[in-house]
């Protein structure tokens, strides 16, 4: 019994965690981004804060996708307990939901970019951490997933909603690299910091205007 409790509670707790992971990575990739000036921290800060959640809300728009459980209290950019019955929530807030999908294009976006450090470095220190980071990163993505889907009964989605915000988050996270990366600004794009301590091509395509003086 005892055994079965610590079990139980240490689910939870870890799912508590979970849903609190998204502010977390956020006010800490704001905090230091700013901090330091390091704008690759910023722009996926902005990416998950602003992109991501401006897409579900888009997403949540169209009313034949079924992405979220009717009448759920969902995770939020904030998630907490709002401590009040489902049915008495306005619409706006039942709809909400960002967390998981800023998780998802998080991983997505670490995954790409160190994809990319490991298929364009030939140095083989370069290569062997773009490969752990693969590794670690892919292995906390599947760990999330898997709390994720065994507490679905407390989830805001649907399992049609995870799949769909899934791929769209992932396409984000894949796109916001690259979009970063063809302004000409590779090492705005690498989170990681490689290109900053690299000698970069200037020859990409520079779409955007300049982010940086």
């Known amino acids: 019994m005892v055994f079965n409790q610590f079990v139980k509670s240490t689910k939870d707790g870890v799912y508590t965690g979970l849903q609190h992971t998204p502010l977390f990575l956020g006010s800490s990739l704001l905090t230091i981004g700013a901090a330091s000036a390091n704008y690759s921290f910023l722009y996926l800060f902005l990416g998950m804060f602003a992109l991501v959640p401006l897409s579900v809300y888009l997403l949540n728009a169209i009313p034949f996708l079924e992405l979220f459980k009717e009448g759920k209290t969902p995770e939020t950019i904030f998630p907490a307990d709002m401590g009040a019955p489902s049915t008495t929530l306005p619409d706006a807030i039942k709809s909400a939901s960002s967390g998981y999908s800023m998780m998802i294009f998080f991983f997505s976006y670490l995954i790409t970019n160190a994809s990319y450090l490991l298929q364009q470095n030939e140095n083989s220190v370069v290569r062997g951490r773009a490969s752990i980071s693969i590794l670690i990163v892919g292995l906390s993505a599947l760990a999330y997933l898997f709390f994720r889907l065994k ?50 091509s200037s020859s990409g395509n520079k779409v955007c205007v300049s982010f940086t003086s």
Do not use: H, P, Q, R
């Open 151 to 200: 507490n679905i009964d407390k989830t805001a989605e649907s399992v049609l909603g995870m799949v769909i915000l899934g791929a769209v988050a992932i396409t984000l996270g894949w796109a916001w690299y690259y979009l970063l990366y063809s302004c000409g600004k590779s090492n705005i794009a690498d989170v990681f910091g490689v290109e900053n301590n690299v000698a970069v």
